[in-house]
T-cell receptor, first 112, second 116 residues
């Protein structure tokens, strides 16, 4: 069945450093890849997404890259701040099924 | 736009009771997903519905769990004869399927179910 692997499960960085989270998907028909941020006790919120016809997308300090051949995509956060501390989830979506398969999450801790 | 509304926010049930979780999608959204999240874990897909139709229930346990999304009113996730292992946060999400596959999910604030 469909599967999305996400690494690392936890990540600690110093404030101002960069953070990178990687996801690998199994369904080659996946063509939409959103990223969600979930703060403690709150709902997941979309922070950035990328379609399969694009290799990279950037929004201020956040960027996502996609390698369709290798079936992996990554989230990059630059100049991290304490408020970036949260759990981040990647997801892969297949147009035919509309099924959003989420990764297992990465707990990011930004140390002041 | 009020966003995705879930209620109740917290629900406590004794073992053997029934739990009913409600979700109203964002205005204009006709498709709803339910996900379960155990503490410190990820989002596990349960079911995908449109009004009056279950599209994909491959993530639903075979027994005790059911979901519906009637023509009028909210989507309901129903858990019968709850057990301690059902304790989790249940998130509902909706999207605008008319925008094709690449429309993001919008999540509600979740219902935290505790079974005592």
């Amino acid at each position: 069945g469909e599967n999305v692997e996400q690494h690392p499960s936890t990540l600690s960085v110093q404030e101002g450093d960069s953070a990178v989270i990687k996801c690998t998907y199994s369904d080659s028909a996946s063509n939409y890849f959103p990223w969600y941020k979930q703060e403690l006790g709150k709902r997941p919120q979309l922070i950035i997404d990328i379609r399969s016809n694009v290799g990279e997308k950037k929004d201020q300090r956040i960027a996502v890259t996609l390698n369709k051949t290798a079936k992996h995509f990554s989230l990059h956060i630059t100049e991290t701040q304490p408020e970036d501390s949260a759990v981040y989830f990647c997801a892969a979506v297949t147009s035919g099924t509309y099924k959003y398969i989420f990764g297992t999450g990465t707990r990011l801790k930004v140390l002041a | 736009n009020a966003g995705v509304m879930q209620n109740p926010r917290h629900l406590v049930r004794r073992r053997g009771q029934e739990a009913r979780l409600r979700c109203s999608p964002m205005k204009g959204h006709s498709h709803v997903y339910w996900y379960r999240q155990l503490p410190e874990e990820g989002l596990k897909f349960m079911v995908y519905l449109q009004k009056e139709n279950i599209i994909d229930e491959s993530g639903m346990p075979k027994e005790r769990f059911s979901a519906e999304f009637p023509k009028e009113g909210p989507s309901i996730l129903r858990i019968q004869q709850v057990v301690r292992g059902d304790s989790a946060a249940y998130f509902c999400a909706s999207h605008d399927r008319s925008r094709s596959y690449n429309s993001p999910l919008h999540f509600g604030n979740g219902t935290r179910l505790t079974v005592t």
